[in-house]
């Protein structure tokens, strides 16, 4: 029986913490022995794990009060990662997100396990002045690094001397399974209102302000309505609404857990992100058969998209092309129906039984 430790900061919800999940069940099914493994431990996890994998909470997610402190922090991180790969010896450590990635490449140094990174992201120096070139530096030492984009992958090959890249975009799945909390649509849209959804929980790399200057721009009549499922804290996004005039028109039910329900209940799907890795909220709300408008952002969306045949694709950042390409899915009924009936073919393309073994054959590698 194979051993498989995966390291992850949370399962406090985000497209990799569900990635891990999807991951973990699968390889138990074809007989791995997994561990599944976070930093955090005073956040509920969201996405439940398969009963079969071993769970175990680090309990090294401390607030830094000074960079001594956070430095202090990150060696015991390190400290505790390869402890716990000594104990656990699995054949293969595999590790998401750039943090926990760099932590893990150090903790394992001349040790025998197989270290697979994934890399989530496109990278940037938006991740950090420590962390972007520590990623340089330390990437170097895994057996494999797996990227979601093509982009992303001649990336790493050219900046961090990794000896080995693959790019394994993500697989959707839809419907969701529903998890708490459940928002039902109906308690804050009404049956006649047009809406139009974005989801994600960090507001500013998700473009929410973009997103919102964009829908300004519009000057919808009130009852076209604009949701923003997932934000923890929605303060920010609601003064800037309030700012501009449009707070009458701004829905933010928080985190949601049958977010299957809020795909299905929106007309339009926008991701106005500033950069992704490969996006998970994109696929599933092509998934759902909704029409999709994304910015060209660094790196997923223009490896989804296809201008004009599933999904409209304007460039990134350009509110008023934003604008412009929401105004004409909103007035254009046989668009939307168009592109949202040609974007559901990502079920096929992107299917988890593809992308399981793509992993397979990566971490199944000596």
Known sequence: MRKISIFVHSLDGGGAERTVVRLAKSLCDIGWKVNVLTQSSQVEDQYPLDERVDRHHLELDTQSTSALHGLASNINRVRVTRKAVKQL???VALSFMTTQNVILSIATL????RVVLAERNFPTKQDGRIWHPLRRLTYRFASEVVAQTARASSWLERNAGVKSVVTIPNSVVFPLADSDPNKPTTDYLSAEEFVILAVGRNSWFKGFDL????????????????????LKQGDEVMQQASNLGIHDQLVLPGRVGNLSDWYQRADIFVLPSR???YPNVLMEAMAAGKCSIAFDCPAGPAELIEHGINGLLVPAGDTTALAGAISEAVRDGKLRERLGRSATQILISHSEQQNLSNWVEVLGRE
Do not use: R, Y
């Open 89 to 91: 010896q699995p054949d």
């Open 110 to 113: 001349g040790l025998k396990t």
């Open 211 to 230: 997103l919102l200057e964009s829908f300004a721009k519009c000057e919808f009549d009130p009852n076209v309505k604009l949701a923003i499922a997932g």
């Open 275 to 277: 950069k992704e890795g």
